[in-house]
């Protein structure tokens, strides 16, 4: 396939189904030369992340099953190893391919096996664990090559030194004059030992003229920067990494939504998408879009920031996609985006509130996983008054394992001191923020993905029944269905407003009454809601791994809608 028809091919899939959609469009040059230069089945090639991974799902024998990208028992968004041998690692999560590519390698030098490759971001080479896959390089294995993607875009735009310095790597201007003339001679030698000798000249004109030699300091040999939509010179790049005995760094610059005008103005806007229309760009449907619970919290942080200077907020690269692109716009002096390093970001929380400051982290659920020993040495320990707001908490869908935020109940039920609520609309988020930022201890606000209820969320029936049967104790997010099961099965509904402390006195109170405590919960039944108060039945996600799908499709699946947990419950109420 040529790389239009496979940017065609991710285009269809995408604007059907949504998708990531600018990161892979700007690396399907990049896939198709991996291909050809690496043995897919045999050599190890490890993306970080796996967003941009979407031509090389096509190019490894998927591309007649690519049309069912993120649909129910589909194609993944993300490389999967049950999916196919050429997908080497799971890879949902930024930071990690560098030190998975590793173990590969060291598991090859005293077992055999191909070649281990890590395909990493300009951003995610930032993550604390990218820096120490680097710093053990030349300790762990011989041999391992590093292709960095550069791109010059995480999820929002990057930050940092490490950023400056690759964009003072590829503007350099007397470089690239001497590059530009040395890189055509050099593609017109087709003999090997000559394209050694080219890239070796090279290596000597980058130390000359930019003064700095980063990945030589860490044992690893430079290549590049090389244009990643130029397929010759990324044949030819590879190839030379592929041979040389050391380990390699081969820099692409990449253009993300490279091919597709709109995604090519907007990377940002065009990272993630829902369906569109390829003609115009413009999403599917004609309904204006709704509220989201991200701008919700976006603009109650900034009316309570208005009103006392000591409120930061921070991210992870995600200052869009949390709603804090307003908030980093008015109070440009009290936002910190840390880049994909979230470890950081809540150590570097902790020593804000210890200086006196009330630091709001947002972060979505399944990326707050990744500093949960920060979140308990670092804050729960001195009870510092941090807050978490946690977006996309509970199933989300689409995305699939890596992505699905069903653990953070679970993980931080356990750490001493800390609170954890879930609000059931747009109101109850403001009240809940409130208490958040007047409490001495840190708190977690974890609420899920999609419209927020702008007004107070349906209430059990006007007339309850005189005996119920059960008390359904629901998450914020899950409350309107805990309502609608009430009014249909013979109970009443309870706003499970506080997961931690919850409310033993109204627990106590309806056990006494002879009522059977339910639980239902956006969140894994292992650890969760449904276990802290000793649920008779609990409804939640169960102990496996859910798969992508829409939300609706995998709730039906594992016996989570509204008459599948009625027809569950009927055992209760025949029996009361």
Not at 463 to 492: N, S
Request: a neutral charge.
């Amino acid at each position: 396939m040529t790389a239009d028809e496979i940017r065609a091919a991710i285009l269809s899939a995408a604007s059907r189904h949504g998708g990531h959609l600018a990161s892979s469009l700007g690396a399907v040059e990049l896939s198709m030369a991996l291909a050809e230069v690496f043995d897919p089945e045999r050599d190890r090639i490890v993306w970080d992340v796996g967003h941009q991974a979407y031509a090389w799902k096509i190019l490894t024998g998927r591309a007649d099953r690519f049309d069912t990208l993120r649909t129910l028992d589909g194609i993944s968004g993300f490389p999967s190893p049950a999916e196919s041998p050429c997908d080497a690692a799971v890879a949902g999560h930024a930071g990690v391919a560098l030190s998975v590519a590793e173990g590969f390698a060291a598991a090859r030098d005293r077992i055999g096996g191909g070649h281990a490759v890590a395909v990493v971001g300009d951003s995610s080479l930032v993550n604390g664990t990218s820096f120490e896959a680097l710093n053990n390089c030349v300790a762990a294995t011989g041999k391992v090559i590093l292709v960095l993607n550069d791109n010059g875009m995480s999820i929002s735009k990057p930050t940092g030194s490490f950023s400056r310095f690759l964009g003072r790597l590829i503007s350099g201007v007397r470089y690239n004059r001497v590059k530009a003339a040395a890189e055509k001679a050099g593609h017109a030698m087709r003999l090997t030992f000559l394209r050694n000798a080219y890239h070796a000249l090279e290596t000597r004109l980058k130390s000359l003229f930019l003064g700095s030699r980063y990945f030589e300091q860490f044992g690893m040999r430079y290549i590049g920067p090389v244009d990643g939509h130029d397929l010759k010179a990324l044949r030819a790049a590879l190839t030379v990494a592929r041979d040389d005995k050391r380990s390699v760094v081969v820099h692409v610059v990449t253009k993300k939504g490279k091919g597709y005008a709109p995604a090519e103005a907007d990377p940002t806007s065009w990272h993630g998408v829902g369906a569109f229309d390829v003609a115009t760009g413009r999403p599917a449907g004609a309904s204006a879009p709704r509220r989201g619970w991200s701008e919700a919290f976006g603009d109650a942080l900034i009316e309570r920031a208005a009103a006392d200077d000591r409120i930061v907020a921070l991210t992870a690269g995600m200052k869009d996609g949390t709603g804090l692109a307003g908030f980093a716009q008015r109070f440009p002096g009290r936002f910190f985006d840390v880049g994909i390093s979230e470890g950081h970001m809540v150590a570097f929380a902790a020593g804000l509130a210890a200086g006196g400051m009330k630091p709001v982290v947002a972060v979505y659920s399944t990326f707050l996983q990744r500093a949960v020993d920060q979140v308990m040495h670092d804050v729960c320990i001195s009870s510092l008054p941090v807050v978490f707001c946690v977006d996309r908490a509970g199933v989300v869908g689409a995305d699939g394992v890596t992505h699905q935020g069903v653990y953070d109940i679970a993980m931080l039920r356990t750490l001493p001191n800390m609170t954890i609520c879930e609000p059931k609309d747009e109101a109850d988020f403001a009240a809940l923020l409130d208490e958040a930022l007047a409490r001495r201890g840190p708190t977690v606000i974890r609420y899920p993905r999609g419209a927020v209820a702008a007004a107070a969320s349906p209430q059990p029936p006007r007339t309850p029944p005189d005996r119920p049967a059960f008390a359904i104790w629901a998450t914020g997010g899950w409350y309107a269905k805990a309502c609608a099961v009430a009014e249909a099965a013979g109970g009443v509904a309870v706003h499970a407003r506080y997961i931690k402390p919850f409310d033993a006195k109204l627990l106590a109170e309806q056990r006494a009454a002879g009522m059977k405590i339910v639980s239902l919960e956006n969140a894994a039944v292992a650890g969760g809601l449904g276990e802290a108060i000793g649920a008779d039945v609990k409804f939640g996600w169960p102990d496996v791994f859910i798969p992508h799908g829409t939300q609706a499709e995998l709730e039906r699946r594992y016996g989570l809608d509204v008459d599948a947990i009625v027809a569950a419950l009927k055992p209760l109420t025949t029996n009361h």
